[in-house]
């Protein structure tokens, strides 16, 4: 962990108030982290808000790592939410892929930006994981790995096996407080190393103020590093250890990138090209992916549309499954690719550091590598360019689909409405049509029951009610015309009753008690009157034998306890009950 503020404005000696200290860690800080997302064409302009969204975070995390995080995130957040998420993500890859243990820092600390004292201890731990240098003997008896810092121990073996013994007049016994740090020659000498167009004699004198004035200004026009310590405190004593070996990581940071491979500037702009075309085809990736979320939820739309329609619904859920399945296998294909490419680009990274002394039958190797794998590039997006297509072709079809299957619900909907306004309109002709109907029917019926007092006559008889049914204009048409029927026949059988019975009593009357001279008046009534069948009718009960006594006839008189005689007939009493006389 950094030294902290209050240990570092206490040494004795120290002339650098607090802010100044933190001002300078910051822009060491920033510079450092510049210099690593370089590789990925972007920055940050300040330390405290530069990761804030958290998207510079998991660029310098994946730099820093040499890996891609793998992992989907918000690349343009605007809600706190999604911000620390994104921070997250790129602290849990440092932790779990870089190896950086004990953060002292949460994602909330770097989206509030609150705490520039969090944020430095931060990048102390990031500069110790990521850049802390071989481990040196310091020259002293020192063995490797020990020693009250193993950073700082690493930090003055490095200066010392850089320098080596081509500079006898620098003295680095006595560490970072050795003269040779104080008299800035150590600077310069490794801006000489650096850079073969610094001359170490030339640039060092006599004066440490002028040499330490003359290390930094070297120092930022060679190696890009900014000055964050004062020459004059330098060249005094007056900076502290940390200040120091912040300087002397740059310096260390600028020589690693040179052996990494900024001389060979070819095959470093080609590692760009190659970055930049992974980038694009990340870009290709997300959008394909949106297009797989919106035909997701386009099919998905279409189901949900489907399901009061016809039995098509499951043809085309499998159908949505099918395109599901190709795309779950393109983008496995996809994932397969771009892991080959990162072996590809981590194995180009691993031989960077070697091209220095590779000839030119190595470079062409490189080169044909290089072709085969745009070659593959395109034969991938090729490919994806079809599946897209395919898709597309598909999602033709599938709404074709759907429009066929809406017409037809459509269709089918008119037609149900056209088949219940025609049976409206037969229920409507049938109501009007029953009511008629029974309306005559009654009127036959009534016309009918008008007819018994006529067959009646000369009897003390009333007349039977014709009982009808209650009109029920919910009732099926053959259950009403049953019942009306069933009314009709009941009063055809009385009526047909009561003439046999005024038949039989007529005749009955005309053959014992017309004499005669009746006979002779009654002929004419006869022959006119009456019809021919009635007549056979009379002739046949005229001949028929008589009743016996006990079985008094239709007509009989009987003679009741007083003496005298009644009808008993049996329309006008009832059984055992004796009718009374006109």
């Known amino acids: 962990m950094s030294e902290t503020i209050e240990e570092h404005s206490q040494r004795p000696g120290n002339k650098v108030s607090i802010e100044k200290w933190e001002n300078a860690q910051k822009t060491a800080f920033t510079h450092w982290i510049n210099t690593m997302l370089a590789r990925k064409k972007t920055k940050i302009d300040d330390l405290q808000t530069g990761f804030q969204d958290g998207v510079k975070l998991i660029q310098l995390s994946e730099v820093l790592v040499g890996k891609p995080i793998g992992q989907r995130f918000v690349e343009k957040p605007k809600l706190k939410a999604h911000k620390i998420n994104n921070a997250y993500i790129g602290l849990k890859f440092l932790q779990d892929a870089g190896g950086v243990k004990n953060l002292t820092i949460s994602a909330e600390n770097l989206v509030a930006a609150e705490f520039l004292n969090l944020i430095l201890g931060f990048c ?79 640039n060092s004198g006599a004066d440490a103020h002028t040499n330490c004035k003359t290390a930094l200004n070297l120092a930022n026009e060679k190696m890009g590093i900014p000055g964050i310590i004062d020459a004059d405190e330098l060249a005094d004593g007056y900076v502290g250890d940390k200040q120091l070996v912040l300087y002397l990581s740059l310096m260390y940071n600028a020589f690693t990138d040179k052996t990494k491979g900024a001389s060979v500037e070819s095959l470093a702009a080609k590692l760009t090209e190659r970055e930049a075309h992974l980038r694009v085809l990340k870009e290709e990736n997300l959008k394909l992916k949106e297009n797989i979320e919106i035909l997701t939820n386009n099919l998905a739309l279409l189901q949900s549309q489907y399901d009061e329609t016809y039995s098509n619904h499951t043809n085309l859920s499998l159908a949505s499954k099918e395109t599901e399945e190709k795309l779950t296998a393109l983008k496995e294909e996809w994932d397969s690719c771009r892991e ?11 031989q960077l550091a070697t091209m220095m002394e590779a000839d030119d039958s190595q470079c062409q190797n490189l080169q044909s590598e290089w072709d085969k794998a745009q070659a593959e590039r395109d034969k991938l997006r090729e490919e994806l360019k079809k ?30 409405e056209e088949l219940v306004e025609i049976m409206s309109k037969q229920q409507e002709v049938f109501d009007m049509s029953m009511s008629e109907f029974r309306k005559h029917f009654l009127v036959h019926v009534a016309d009918m029951n008008t007819w018994r007092p006529y067959l009646e006559e000369d009897r003390n008889y009333a007349a039977k009610p014709v009982s009808l049914p209650e009109s029920k204009s919910d009732a099926a048409f053959n259950q009403q015309v049953t019942e009306l029927l069933a009314v009709c026949k009941t009063e055809n059988r009385t009526l047909k009753d009561l003439l046999t019975t005024y038949e039989i009593e007529t005749a009955e009357i005309v053959s014992v008690t017309i004499g005669v001279k009746q006979k002779r008046t009654k002929k004419y009534v006869w022959e006119q009157e009456f019809p021919d069948d009635l007549k056979d009718k009379i002739t046949a009960s005229s001949a028929a034998p008589k009743r016996p006594a006990a079985s008094p006839r239709l007509g009989s008189k009987d003679k009741d306890k007083d003496g005298k005689a009644e009808n008993i007939t049996p329309r006008n009493r009832k059984r055992g009950e004796p009718s009374k006389k006109k």
């Open 340 to 350: 080959q490419w990162s072996e590809e680009i981590s194995k180009l990274k691993s």
């Open 387 to 416: 599946a897209k297509e395919q898709l597309t072709k598909e999602k033709e079809e599938l709404e074709a689909k759907n429009k066929r299957l809406v017409q037809n619900e459509r269709r089918a909907r008119q037609n149900k």
């Open 124 to 202: 102390w731990q990031l500069l110790k994981t990521f850049q802390e240098p071989p481990d040196f003997d310091d020259g002293e008896g020192n063995e490797k790995g020990k020693g009250a810092n193993t950073y700082e121990a690493r930090m003055l073996g490095w200066v010392k096996k850089t320098l080596g013994d081509k500079y006898p007049d620098i003295n680095l016994n006595d560490g970072f407080k050795s003269s040779g740090f104080q008299s800035g020659k150590a600077l310069i000498a490794l801006v000489a190393e650096f850079d073969s167009s610094v001359n170490y004699a030339e």
